[in-house]
């Protein structure tokens, strides 16, 4: 059994108290400790084949938790693959300078709106300076890999728009950005810094020097091989945490160490230590405020724009539109005999699984004789 952010919760105990955390940050990391315990309840398989028992516990589900985002991720990738156009795409990211990381600490709901906005403000002002309604998806990450406050959008560009015609065109065909890079960056600042000084003119003073001393920083990769690629790639991003129970390499009484890559060193792999509650902390930056979006849809991707007039323009481009396949019913295998399907007979709360229905044992492995 691997290690897990639940724990170091579990160790940390009653120490979560002394991290100075919101009451929201709280109820996050209390659901990820009761993720597939006794304490959400669970239910009772039996297997078609050999008639063994299977307890499985319920997962919390919050979009914080490290073990329930597969599933969202593939239902958000099957949902986006009918929404595809025969076109270049890009990968683009909005980084902000680490000037604004207090800020980001105390009022996140204002600077990650603002990354938001502004990152889109920037790529639809370019957009129509060549007469084109232009589109973005965008997926906020917060982190770096040592779980330092690292705000960026991971944002998928199609490269070009729409004409008031409601035709496609391309922004251009060698192969480069759609929009000059240094160009885009300098926009970007501009307008963050506008919105920041009209939403939050007192904090904007204290740190405007920092903001505009530096080069913010704006990357852009190359146009994908095709569009289906494109889906593929930002499901990568869409669900993913702060940090996946899989880098975490060790817990002992005082400290947790996790793995990392240290691009400041071509992305080598390290690995690093806190302590106990230095981690949680960390992780606990991470924690969007309530009801936060975190993946959002602009211009002719927003969910408007496709309900009105994407199937139109997919049809212009003589695209062959997938339907949405139903939903097998899943059917987990056995984890005894490996060839069986397991069928829900039971399904218990937090008091656990019925002595009368065990024999008396709650703890008897499924797959004993």
């Known amino acids: 059994m691997g290690f897990e ?29 009761r993720c597939r315990t006794a304490a959400l309840g669970g239910h009772i398989d039996a297997c078609d084949a050999c008639g063994k028992i299977n307890i499985s516990y319920n997962s919390c589900r919050n979009r914080h938790c490290p073990k329930c985002q597969g599933n969202k991720r593939d239902d958000w990738i099957e949902a986006r693959t009918t929404e595809l156009l025969p076109v ?49 998806i965008a997926v906020l990450h917060t982190w770096g890999q040592n779980l330092s406050l690292h705000p960026h959008l991971h944002c998928i560009v199609p490269g070009g728009g729409v004409e008031k015609e409601g035709n496609w065109k391309n922004v251009r065909s060698d192969g480069n950005f759609l929009f000059p890079v240094k160009a885009l960056s300098k926009v970007f600042r501009a307008k963050f810094c506008a919105a920041l000084k009209e939403r939050h003119y007192e904090q904007y003073l204290k740190i405007q020097k920092q903001l505009w001393e530096k080069q913010w920083v704006v990357f852009a990769k190359k146009p994908f091989g095709n569009a ?8 990568r991003y869409t669900h993913k945490i702060a940090i996946s129970n899989n880098r975490i390499k060790s817990i002992d009484t005082q400290n947790v160490t996790f793995a990392y890559k240290d691009y400041k060193q071509n992305g080598s792999k390290k690995q690093m230590p806190l302590t106990h509650g230095e981690f949680i902390r960390r992780f606990a930056m991470h924690i969007l405020p309530k009801r936060f979006v975190k993946i959002r849809h602009y211009g002719f991707l927003s969910s408007t724009w496709k309900r009105q007039k994407l199937k139109l323009l997919q049809e212009k481009l003589k695209v062959k539109v997938l339907e949405k396949a139903e939903k097998k019913v899943f059917m ?38």
């Open 5 to 33: 952010v639940a724990h170091v919760l579990d160790k940390l105990g009653n120490g979560i108290e002394n991290l100075g955390l919101n009451s929201w940050q709280l109820r996050t990391l209390s659901a990820i400790k």
């Open 88 to 136: 270049p795409y890009f990968h683009v990211v909005f980084t902000l300078p680490d000037s604004l990381n207090s800020l980001a600490i105390h009022n996140p709901k204002l600077v990650y709106n603002l990354l938001f906005e502004t990152a889109w403000a920037t790529l639809k002002t370019f957009g129509k300076n060549k007469g084109l309604q232009s589109g973005m």
């Open 228 to 235: 289906h690629s494109v889906v593929e790639y930002l499901g």
């Open 332 to 369: 987990p295998k056995c984890p005894c005999c490996k060839t069986g399907n397991l069928h829900r007979i039971l399904v218990f709360d937090q008091r656990g699984p019925p002595d009368w229905y065990l024999g008396g044992s709650q703890n008897k492995s499924s797959c004993e004789k």
